[in-house]
């Protein structure tokens, strides 16, 4: 075959072959160089086995290999593609359907995607989202990621390749080099990725496996339901990962946080467990439990929920100034059964995490600092979507997406294994606290009575609320108990309460106790019980408050019901104590009270306090000669509270016997007038003229109020005649031959009457023997006696009515009788409707009762009487006052006052109205049913003008005053 001639090339054919052979060459050469590189960069991918950082090293390969502007990548996650890396200032966690958009195209498809302008696949690509970021998007390069078997698990998308070319700053199409390089990498990386996932689902498996462990383990092992509920919540947090999760126990109509969990750590956690709500606060909570399904919510889809919750959950756990970031864009609420079906709890969980990656680099860098572009969709996501949301605090960051079922089907399988713990849990936890709380009621209920058998009354009322704040605290499972006690005489409460184990006194005003307290301690307030504790007679001693509920939870009914049965089983005891120290626990430690006033009170209390030792004297002890008075009045004037016993002249026999006469008496027991007349004459010579407050007129002054006190409804229908009688005899004769020095002067000094009724009631001792004398034993021979004609065993009654009576007019007996008053239980209003008369140690009592308040009666009279009385008995005070100084004895200094200096009289008369003669008339009125209600606004009046002489001002002698209703004729 001859041979074919080929002419010579041209030097320019050649040098266009060689050209060619030159970048064919550059080309291998660079697709070596990508492969190596796509190589290497596959290495550090190989190496992760964590999702979102293989998904970082995929991405920045991908920036390296094709010299793109921006790059993002979606997974497939339950039959959608989610955004996991974005540019950045892009958002991720955001979701495309398959077939949407152009990665949603490759999603369904499995097929890549090369689109050299996207201008010019409007089917696939939408403008608007360019315009609205201020971003042109040019070429779009969109490629699957593939298992081995085929199945898309993920897609890739870069944006805008960028020219080589020097000084052009512009985007290109994508060239099949790009596309190789990319499907090499993906095809690399992708089984990398998805190890990485299932991975991480082991590991994420193994966290919820391990976190129902401990909860099971905490429950079962411990039996400790607030651990329980603790480890809830943990799980809860765990197994939906989220930013918290609250467990709310279920109580009636009240949520109580019982466990929490939250990415800022225990103190997040630990403020959230003090969450208390009405199941009504929150809208989409009462929805779950009225429907009892679970509800998943979106701030897009339930913006009101999503406030509610974030109002009433989340901003309280950030109180602390500038922690305002209470972000709160996804919830899921889901109820708790029991094995009845009951709801018994509440699971919240607050915002789905979607990554745990640093909220400043969530995406990956671009080349171009322009605005993100969403090229991968035709609609992007709303700004406000709850699918997105930077949420910050301090280093950590995460982005929030919305609950979905599955996070609902994991909860439900975690409340399957747990919830028959938490109830068998539950039952333990009610049963142990409540046999703590039956403990210390016991433990209470023997110190109380240990502390009332002591004889040390100065100490009792401490002891015994040392023993109620002691056991309290346990009973009802609060952090504080604090006791007031309620004083009357200061109008304020005095409060006790505990610190460090020692029991501190703090006097407030009956308003504002709390705030009070807590301005004063330093104490933070939240819940109180609080519960008044009420003596037998109903009147008010004490309040017994307890302050925060343990476990951060809301005092109940139960705990109401309790603090109830506790007040009435202590109340006795506190009467008891009070009554009988109340000089040591209101009066004494009062530092308020004027110290002159503290001397006067201390004698009316039976304290040892009022023993003032005095050297004996010699001959100071002299009886006096009486004078004779002589009037005539007729009863209406002496039926009148007003009526001025001091201005009469003469007649005073006659005066008693109408007042006798009047109540039935001179018919009933046939008393002989010229036997009532010699009796009179006796007693009222026997009364010392140089007294200037003992006198006969004083001793007139106390008969005629108890002939008052006695018409008074309802005393006149449970006082028998004989009773009445007596009374009025003792009054004639309660202060005979009295000397104007008191019990403790003589007692002091030892002399003769001391020596012989052994220093007890010495006066009173010597004013009832001689009423008594000369009832039996008159004067003058052959004068009748008053009870001639009366029955040997009613004279011994009526006798012994004298004697008891006046013995208690000893103002060492006043606060026996105040005691017995606070204490007795009588129900005059009940017995005088039903006409039943009082016997026995009842009698006696409201007898002795009766006159000590009769003798105790000017401070309800006329301001005019009041202050003439108030000031001769001082001026009684001021002459043993200067007795005790020429005689070298020492000396009360209120008593040393000058009569006429009204200005410092004053204060000791306050105190002496206020602690010493209220409390009397008071619990008179209280046993009398509120008849005597007029006496009291008398006193607080003659008060108020005390203090106003105090002051300093002019006080008239002219005074309004209340006019008592007296009953009518008949005993």
Known sequence: MAAVFTPPLSRAATVCVSDRILRAVEARDRIIEGQAQVLRLVNDVLRETSVQEAVRKIVKATYDVVDCDRVSLFLVEEEGLVCRAAPKGGAVGWRLEPG???????????????????????????????QKHNYQTKSVLCLPLKEQNGEVIGVLQAINKISRKAFVDEFIAFDNTDETMLRLLLALCAQQLALCRLNEEKESAMRRADTTLRLVETICSQNDLQGAYEQLASATWSFVDCQYAFVFALDHNLLQCRGAASILGRSAAAMAKQLQLNVADIAALERTLSSREALILGKKEHP???????????????SREGD????????????????????????VAVNKRYSPADANNLGCDSRSSSKPSWSSSKQAPHPSSSLRSVLKHGTIGFEVCDFEDRDLEKLQILFRLVTYFIKTSSLYDQQLRTSMRLSALLALIEGTQYVRGQTDKAQKVNRLVEQI?????????????????????????????????????????FKGIVGEVDLKTGYRTETILCAPMIASNGKLLAVLQCINKRRHERFGPQDERDLVTLSSLLSGALQSAFLESTYETFIQPHDTINADVRDALVQYFNTTDAIVEHERPAGFFRMVSPGEDDVSQSISDLKRWDFDHMSLSEDYPQCIRACLAHSGFMDEFRISENALAAFVQTLKARYSTKNTYHTWAHAFGTFHAQFLL???????????????????????????EHPGFNNAFLVASRHELALRYNDMSV???????????????????????????????????????????????????????????????????RLSSERQLLAGEDALGLARALLHCADLVHPVLPWKMHKRMSLLCQAEFYSQSQQEIRLGMPTLPFMSKDPQAVLEIAPVQVGFVQFAVAPLWSAMNFVAGGSLSFAMQNLEHNKSLWKALADGKEVEDEQPFEQGVISGVGS
């Open 100 to 130: 949407q958009g152009i990665a949603g195209s490759v999603a369904e498809t499995g097929e890549a995607v090369n689109i050299p302008d996207a201008y010019q696949r409007l089917d696939l690509f939408d403008p608007s989202n360019d």
């Open 763 to 829: 006066l009173e001792n010597h004013h009832a023997a001689l009423t008594c004398k000369y009832l039996e034993h008159p004067v003058e021979l052959g004068t009748p006696k008053v009870l001639d004609n009366v029955e040997p065993s009613v004279v011994q009654h009526i006798r012994k009515i004298i004697i008891t009576s006046i013995l208690h007019t000893d103002m060492a007996k006043h606060q026996d009788i105040i005691s017995w008053l606070e204490s007795c239980n009588l129900d005059l209003l």
């Open 710 to 736: 006695m018409r008074c409804e309802p005393l006149r229908d449970v006082i028998s005649a004989h009773d009445k009688l007596g009374l009025l005899l003792a009054a004639l004769g309660h202060d005979v």
């Open 304 to 318: 009101s929920d999503i406030a509610a919750i974030a109002q009433k959950l989340v901003l309280p756990l950030f």
């Open 324 to 347: 305002a970031t209470c972000n709160v864009l996804s919830a899921l609420c889901v109820p708790m059964f029991d094995s009845n079906s009951a709801v018994f709890a509440l699971i």
């Open 469 to 509: 704040l002691k056991h309290s605290c346990d009973i009802f499972e609060c952090d504080r108990c604090t006791f007031f006690a309620v004083d009357n005489l200061n109008n304020e409460l005095v409060g006790h309460y505990a610190i460090d184990g020692k029991i501190v006194q703090m006097r407030v005003p």
